[in-house]
């Protein structure tokens, strides 16, 4: 009797191993990775290829105001954010000695004129002198010794005239500047604008001996503004004057500003080995948000297409896998150059197309496709995306299906919302940055 038992509990366990492998076996041919294509349809939306910088705002027009002369702030008239004209006075400079100098040249030229009337006059003397010892001369009643000094005197009265009226145009041009230097003691606006900066206080001294020392910094019209960007030399072929612009500040990240380039200037700047190009973007500030100094994150629209057919710029990636073909799958129209693929029941097709502008998420289709149709972007092996444009494509990624349907859509449904249906849902694509 125990050696029946043992018997039927042997048999019992090499059953259940049986019925185990026999499940195994099954489980494993379950489990073998099944394709699934992703399709994508031919829709109309907009594409647009884009170039990204930084930049700085700044008023279009600014003037640095200083002064000529030398002398200490005795007034000033306006401060930060002040409201001017041109033409108003906005500081002073202490004008006593600037005063002392306009008088003391007015004297001069008073000394001056008065010298030139007495030298004058004994011109005058020195030439009827002249005249008379000429006419004895002639007459032989007098020496020519007493001729030759007559006319020595006159022509030495001729030059110290001469002279003379040079010092009193000399001391004239003195005065002019002494009255000019103490016209600069005051100092006004030369535009219409706004104070940005001031840079000297009341009783300060400030020194003209070398430079042109700065009291104030005046912008023209802060509704007017630009920004000066820094483009890179891989992105300034693309930049044109007029492209359209939108920009933000970290001040106002919510807002969105528009402008167009109206410059993309020839000089290049390189810093750490890195070249860019300076490129002036208009940036109208009618309701005065954008302030001086700004950091601009800025987007050039380099080339815009609205309302054209496209489709998913991997589409243009895939290629059947014939290693992944099952065995009455079969390929057409393996040579055309530029194609997508359809799949009609269990062949695959290739369509000739001409492609247009691209942002490397969607391409225009020029030619080849109408709104509607139905292509391949993609194939997907249980739930996981076949990156075909990255990788080899005969290396396919596996990943747990579960994991994509914990995220409420399957795989196909995620891959088709990435293709030119996706993009245009918000009627504006993901450019290329």
């Known amino acids: 009797m125990k050696r029946n038992k043992k018997k039927t509990i042997t048999y019992v366990i090499i059953g259940a191993a049986v019925v185990l492998l026999l499940l195994l076996m099954l489980g494993g041919k379950n489990s073998m990775p099944k394709v699934e294509y992703v399709m994508a349809k031919v829709e109309t939306t907009d594409i647009s290829t884009t170039v990204t910088a930084t930049g700085t705002i700044e008023p279009v027009t600014s003037v640095d105001v200083g002064t000529q002369v030398s002398g200490i702030v005795s ?28 008088n003391s040249a007015r004297a001069n030229l008073a000394s001056a004129k008065a010298s030139l009337a007495s030298l004058e006059s004994e011109l005058n003397y020195q030439k ?127 807002d969105v500003f528009e402008g167009q380039v109206t410059q993309v200037r020839q000089q290049a700047t390189t810093e750490n080995n890195v070249v860019t190009y300076q490129v002036v973007i208009s940036a109208p500030n009618d309701d005065l948000k954008l302030k001086p100094g700004l950091t601009a994150n800025v987007t050039i629209y380099t080339s815009e297409k609205k309302g054209v057919l496209a489709i998913p710029s991997k589409a243009l990636r895939f290629a059947p896998n014939e290693a992944l073909l099952a065995d009455d799958e079969t390929i057409e129209n393996k040579d055309v150059p530029v194609k997508v693929w359809m799949k009609d029941g269990k062949v695959f097709k290739a369509l000739p197309i001409v492609t247009g502008l691209t942002n490397g998420t969607v391409t225009e289709v020029v030619s080849g496709l109408k709104e509607g149709q139905e292509i391949i972007s993609e194939f997907v092996m249980n739930g996981e995306d076949e990156a075909q444009g990255d990788g080899n494509p005969f290396m396919p990624k596996f990943r747990n299906r579960n994991s994509d349907k914990k995220q409420g859509s399957g795989a196909a449904g995620s891959g088709a919302s990435n293709g030119a249906g996706g993009a245009s849902g918000n009627g504006k694509p993901a450019s290329a940055k």
């Open 128 to 254: 009827e002198n002249y005249q008379r010892q000429k006419t004895l001369h002639d007459k032989g009643l007098i020496s020519d010794d007493a001729f030759d000094q007559a006319y020595k005197s006159y022509v030495q009265s001729t030059q110290s005239v001469s002279q003379q009226r040079q010092m009193v145009v000399q001391s004239g041009e003195n005065v002019k500047k002494a009255t000019t230097n103490l016209g600069y003691a005051t100092i006004t606006s030369p535009i219409d604008g706004v104070v940005l900066s001031k840079e000297v206080e009341e009783g300060q001294t400030v020194a003209a001996s070398f430079n042109t020392p700065t009291l104030f910094k005046i912008a023209r019209d802060l509704t007017d503004m630009r920004v000066i960007a820094d483009v890179d030399e891989a992105d300034i072929g693309t930049v044109q004057v007029s492209q359209r612009v939108e920009f933000t500040v970290d001040a106002y990240p919510e």
């Open 75 to 102: 007034k000033l008239y306006v401060d930060y954010n002040s409201v001017v004209k041109a033409g108003q006075v906005i500081a002073e400079l202490d004008k006593s000695n600037l005063t002392s100098e306009l």
